[in-house]
């Protein structure tokens, strides 16, 4: 009898994931399919890094490499942390893993149990949900419209707080949203979670740089949370890097600690050759990140004029990331040869069946109101994607 485990039947499959496979099999099938659902640079890798692959295996870097990282990616990282964010740690606070999303589960099953409770403010990246319930917790919904930029507030977080609190996910820039906490925001959020100091505070920082109002700010700048906040970034974002799977936490000692521990028990240490390619990336030049930032800031122009022509899409202006999350409320409702659009989910099949351009539904993010596409391709695909996407929401009556 097939029975996989009741904790693989409660988890949903991921719907990002889903919408890019199926993307893929219309293209095999000979459709000229344009893909706006993959959350990854479209820039390849940058010389200096590959470079630094290519020796690290004619090195013979091809052993195991230590649970939490070489040491010399591990110092590397916390020069980055002092250097960009004014942030003291040392290497043994840093474990690097397979991609930030690693990190983030990690730090999840090592502080969360049956029932525990995990703030998630909504819209939220589809794996949080799922990686909470894969750790017996219970998510703890929060959600802020495109109203307020998709962004909750203090008095909205206070209110939620209970004794079974033990964690908040806080992913600034956002995916999905783009959005971008303030200086001052991320303060007002601190001055409440100071109050709960056995809250742990998991700060998703991979959109760091791309980031269109100027420096980037982490809630592990204050003072009074200091202890409480886990970083979570890595290479993907940034260096154009989301194959080599490199992500890391700068955590408090007893968090890095249990990471470690639970890593070294699943998957040991992360590829040896990425390892060195991402010391590469945070000790060599760094110039790449604001040639991409440049070109994503245009593109993002771009998609936000064309998004503002389609009726029934609501836009804001995300000031991070590489996503444009419209909200479609005014579309729900209508229909086309039968088939009735009730949620972002099925706006984003009809769009992919009509107009041959994969998007996400906001559903799987918490916000079935929603409509996710990334704005990390060529102008040219842009441009002809937004015209396919405003003819078939036009067939919509």
């Known amino acids: ?46 010389d200096h890094i590959k470079a ?80 909470v319930k894969l750790a017996e917790g219970k998510n703890v919904i929060v959600k802020a419209g495109i109203e307020q930029d998709f962004k909750i507030t203090a008095e909205q977080l206070e209110s939620v707080i209970t004794p079974k609190t033990k964690a908040i996910i806080l992913c600034s820039p956002s995916n999905p949203t783009g959005s971008v906490y303030s200086k001052e925001e991320l303060k007002a959020l601190a001055d409440v979670l100071a109050k709960h100091p056995q809250i742990v505070i998991i700060a998703d920082e991979i959109y760091e740089h791309i980031n269109y109002v100027g420096k980037h700010e982490s809630i592990a700048q204050f003072e009074n949370v200091k202890d409480q906040v886990v970083i979570v970034n890595g290479v993907s974002k940034a260096y154009a890097m989301t194959g080599w799977r490199i992500g890391y936490i700068a955590a408090p000692l007893w968090i890095a600690k249990a ?93 992919l069946e009509k107009g041959m351009v994969a998007t996400v539904g906001g559903d799987s993010f918490g916000a079935p109101e929603c409509l996710r596409f990334s704005y990390a391709t060529s102008d040219e695909k842009l441009i002809e994607a937004m015209k396919r996407i405003k003819d078939t929401v036009a067939l919509l009556k």
Request: glycine share 6%; proline share 6%; hydrophobic share 40%.
């Open 1 to 46: 009898m097939e029975q996989v485990s009741a904790r693989l039947a409660s988890l949903s499959p991921s719907e990002t994931l889903a919408m890019s496979q199926k993307s893929n099999e219309l293209k095999a099938q000979g459709f000229d399919v344009i893909n706006l659902s993959v959350g990854e640079p479209d820039f390849n890798t940058p």
């Open 52 to 131: 630094a692959a290519k020796e690290a295996i004619d090195q013979n870097f091809s052993f195991y490499s230590p649970v939490p990282g070489y040491l010399s990616l591990r110092k590397a990282v916390c020069d980055k942390l002092k250097r960009e964010n004014n942030l003291e740690f040392t290497p043994d606070q840093i474990v690097a893993s397979n991609g930030a999303k690693q990190s983030v589960c990690n730090v999840l099953m090592c502080v969360v149990g049956p029932g525990d409770e995990v703030i998630v403010p909504t819209p939220a990246w589809v794996s949080y949900f799922e990686m």
């Open 259 to 351: 990471c470690n521990k639970l890593q070294g028990q699943y998957t040991s240490g992360a590829s040896s050759i990425a390892q060195k390619a991402s010391e590469a990336a945070y000790t060599g030049p760094q110039e790449c990140i604001g040639q991409m930032r440049d070109a994503f800031a245009r593109r993002r122009q771009l998609v936000i004029n064309l998004a503002k022509e389609i009726p029934g899409f609501k836009v804001n202006e995300p000031d991070g990331a590489f996503y444009l999350f419209p909200d479609v409320s005014e579309i729900l409702g209508k229909s086309h040869e039968g088939k009735v659009i009730n949620s972002g989910a099925d706006l984003a099949m009809f769009i």
